[in-house]
């Protein structure tokens, strides 16, 4: 069975730096491609980053380019997001999906909370 | 970036009856390479993270009833469920993975009536 398991999130002052990781087990993780998608509370859903399974593509929301990293470690099958310069408005669910074009299996996520 | 707009934002349904869900992207997001188009629906319901419902436009995912089916190409698609049944109650989902970024509707609340 396909699982994925978030942590790392937690109440983060504005400005701080928070890194998130993503456990999966259950499938073949390296060939992967990888997601970080997040839901603000009460609203939709936001795809933020992608990369691919031996980490030679990364892509980015322009919402979090320049600030947050999307890396993996296959040996580990792991998922991380480092995510830094934190604002109110990073404040949301952060969810790992894997990808072959769709989002086919997702975590239940990892709650931050960007306040003072 | 590929803009995709759902409509209704809610709906309710009678239990047994038919509810229809659409989504309108901003450019096409038909894949000429495999001649399909890359637009997926997901149902998120309360407190649980999303699932993949219909991918590819009309290719259902395994285990998901069939009364659950996508349509539609280029720029205009549709979510059908053909009778509703209480467990359908949910927010629905869009979302082009045609390009980067990927992009999702702004949700579906389907309620009973």
């Known amino acids: 069975e396909v699982q994925l398991v978030e942590s790392g999130g937690d109440l983060v002052q504005p400005g701080g730096s928070l890194r998130l990781s993503c456990a999966a087990s259950?499938?073949?993780?390296?060939?992967?491609?990888m997601n970080w998608v997040r839901q603000a509370p009460g609203r939709g859903l936001e795809w933020l980053s992608y990369i691919n399974g031996p980490s030679s593509t990364m892509y980015y929301a322009d919402s979090v380019k320049g600030r947050f990293t999307i890396s993996r470690d296959n040996a580990k099958n792991s998922l991380f997001l480092q995510m830094n310069s934190l604002r109110a408005e990073d404040t949301a669910v952060y969810y790992c999906?894997?990808?072959?074009?769709?989002?086919?299996?997702w975590g239940q996520g990892t709650r931050v909370t960007v306040s003072s | 970036d590929i803009v995709m707009t759902q409509s209704p934002d809610s709906l309710a349904v009678s239990l047994g009856e038919r509810a229809t869900i659409n989504c309108k992207s901003s450019?096409?997001?038909?894949?000429?390479?495999?001649?399909?188009?890359?637009l997926a629906w997901y149902q998120q319901k309360p407190g649980q993270p999303p699932k993949v419902l219909i991918y590819w436009a009309s290719t259902r995912e395994s285990g998901v009833p069939d009364r659950f089916s996508g349509s539609g190409s280029g720029t205009d698609f549709t979510l059908t469920i053909s009778s509703l049944q209480a467990e359908d109650v949910a927010v629905y989902y869009c979302?082009?993975?045609?390009?980067?970024?990927?992009?999702f509707g702004q949700g579906t609340k389907v309620e009973i009536k």
């Open positions: 999906a894997t990808s072959t074009g769709h989002l086919n299996y």
């Open positions: 979302q082009q993975y045609y390009n980067i970024p990927r992009t």
């Open positions: 450019q096409s997001v038909f894949y000429s390479s495999n001649n399909k188009n890359s």
């Open positions: 259950g499938f073949t993780f390296s060939p992967y491609g």
